[in-house]
């Protein structure tokens, strides 16, 4: 299985490159499978014991979530959109955007609403697999503490009271209808303005989409000492105006100073735990004599942890003075 995990991944990140290039000859299920090495059938076969649903769906979604962004911030006409995206005709595009979001792409133009967005699948993932890591090879590189302040801004998200850590807060959430991780991404994946969107396709962070711990005195107790309520959202100007999804919440955060502790990037499938425990080990053990500042648990106050292995892992934590 471990190795499929590997041959679905380098087939998901195939698609999004031929996308974004507008390279309808590399999305056919032919080129994909011989770039593998397996026949047509087997493939499909695989891809969806892995990722859930069949290929041709996948594809299918996930051209129209890129269709979607441009309809979205671009000025370009409909018709070249559907073009560019494989579409025979703009009533063949319409049909099939109204078929996922609800409305026709014209309709979405003229005001952009939350929709369930294909977010890119993620069928290799040795901490969920709890495989841990190949060799246990040890980071050598530091973990970087600095203080910052981050304007105001407003927080969209939603909540788990009882949850424990990021695999545990989306078991609970897919519990909770229209709250399980696909749905939730999606949403977030179409709001236009995300503080922290690269334009990425990881859902964490480069799509904007970070976990966040609030306090809260209707949380749960954590390792470090206070009671705490995790979320999972996204950060949008504080001038935001667009609708919020009926099952999110949307908080203001006001100005404020933080301590971060950020670690360099890092090989995911080699170093993702010794990572994880040295940037936990850098927390407890700091120091806070003579920098004038202390952690600041008072409730509401909030908690971001960013994690995109390409550029950084760190937790940004409310401090005062």
Known sequence: MYEWQKQIQIIVDEIDRCIQNYNSEGLTLRFLSRKLGYSEFYTTKKFKEISGMQFR????????????????????????????????????????????????????????????????????????????????????DGVNIYFITIPAHKFLHIKNYESNGYWDFWQKQSLIPEQDYETVCGLLDSIKGKLDDDGGSEVNCGSGQIMAYISDPKGRLCDWGFLRTECWGIRLPFDFKGDVPPQMFMIDVPEA????????????????????????????????????????????????????????????????K
């Open 257 to 320: 100073e933080y301590i971060v502790f950020e670690h360099s990037p890092f090989d995911y499938e080699q170093e993702n735990r010794s990572v994880e425990e040295k940037i936990e080990k850098a927390m407890a053990a700091f120091d806070f004599t003579d920098t004038g500042y202390c952690l600041d648990t008072s409730p509401g106050r909030i908690m971001y942890f960013y994690y995109d292995p390409e550029r950084f892992f760190k937790y940004i934590r409310p401090v005062q």
């Open 57 to 140: 769906d996948y594809l299918r979604q996930r051209k129209l979530a890129f269709a979607l962004k441009e309809v979205r911030d671009s000025e370009k006409s409909l018709l070249d959109i559907a073009f560019d995206y494989g579409f025979s005709s703009h009533e063949a595009f319409t049909r099939a955007f109204k078929g996922i979001y609800g409305v026709t792409p014209s309709e979405y133009r003229k005001k952009p609403m939350p929709v369930v967005l294909r977010t890119r699948i993620h069928p290799f993932d040795r901490y969920f697999l709890g495989l841990g890591e190949i060799g246990m090879i040890k980071s050598t």
